[in-house]
């Protein structure tokens, strides 16, 4: 037996950083957000379209109904303005610690807050949302697919809303089983592509249409408590048509990243791309839809 030199180390027993590095890579390796990470930037494109243009442009008009057109349209670019911004700091965040990529938002909020202090404060506003979104898009979802069947099939004995939802939380539980998150890019493709679609398909029919000669531009409550919260509830109204930034880190993650070539520059160049793309749904989509809500 000989006597080990000090400094000299076993190379087949790593080291306390080596082994957390070790099993974060297996974590990320089994994880479907990280699991894949050769996505391009286009796949940032479009997955951050479908993200951000969903139910939410349909609540739109009634927004700027509510707000008033002088309002509405200063609300309308300032949160296009303003959630540009703050997804625009959420990408550099991304790995601004040196060798390290917040993947998922607790991770983030473990390295601002501490590791509990974090999870405490990001976990149950993550649930919050997410739930929150699930839940509405679950029953928007349903009646979508209800008011195809009774417009498709107006013979036909009615349904419960109950099993349409059940149809479409059917599709969404096979999804769920795909690899990764580079594997369901052809579904935001296609549903960036929809979102796109109907909301050209909705402007375009109001401006054909043109302005009905009824149309009144006043508040829609006859009293002051009334006006209030129907403005505050638009104000909801046009926080959730933007929403989206819930999957920012997560769909970065899936962006390759080396030191000379980081992978905020191709998830920038996405971001810009869909919020060109989201300007061009949204904006125009409550202007002209606004004529035909009195």
């Not at 969404?172 to 052809?186: A, E, R, Y």
Request: include cysteine; charged fraction near 15%; charge should be neutral.
């Amino acid at each position: 037996m000989g006597t080990q030199v000090p400094g000299d180390q076993n190379p087949d027993v790593p080291d306390e950083f080596s082994e957390a590095d070790r099993k974060k890579k297996e974590i990320d390796d089994w994880l479907p957000i990280t699991s894949s990470r050769n996505a391009k930037w286009w796949y940032s494109a479009f997955h951050n379209v479908t993200a951000m243009v969903g139910a939410g442009v349909l609540s739109l008009p009634y927004a700027m109904a509510n707000l008033g057109w002088g309002p509405g349209t200063v609300i309308l670019v300032l949160s296009w303005v303003i959630t540009l911004y703050t997804l625009w700091q959420m990408v550099e965040m991304h790995e601004m610690v040196p060798g390290k990529r917040f993947d998922r938002y607790h991770e983030l909020g473990q390295h601002a807050f501490g590791e509990k202090l974090g999870l405490y404060i990001v976990v149950p506003q993550q649930l919050i949302c997410e739930v929150g979104v699930d839940i509405v898009y679950m029953v928007t979802g349903g009646k979508s697919l209800q008011k195809i069947h009774n417009l498709v099939c107006k013979d036909c004995a009615p349904i419960k809303l109950t099993y349409f939802i059940m149809i479409f939380a059917s599709v969404h539980f096979v999804l769920s089983h795909l690899p990764n998150f580079n594997s369901i890019s052809g579904v935001s493709l296609a549903a960036a592509v929809m979102s796109l679609s109907y909301s050209t398909i909705a402007w375009s029919a109001s401006v054909h249409k043109g302005v009905q000669p009824d149309v009144e531009y006043g508040y829609k409550a006859s009293t002051t408590s009334g006006t209030v919260f129907n403005f505050l509830s638009a104000l909801g109204d046009v926080a959730f048509a933007y929403a989206g930034h819930n999957v920012v880190l997560e769909i970065q993650a899936t962006i390759p990243s080396k030191p000379g070539k980081p992978s905020k520059g191709p998830m920038w160049k996405g971001v810009v791309v869909a919020y060109i793309v989201v300007a061009f749904v949204l904006l125009p989509s409550c202007s002209c839809r606004v004529l035909h809500v009195r």
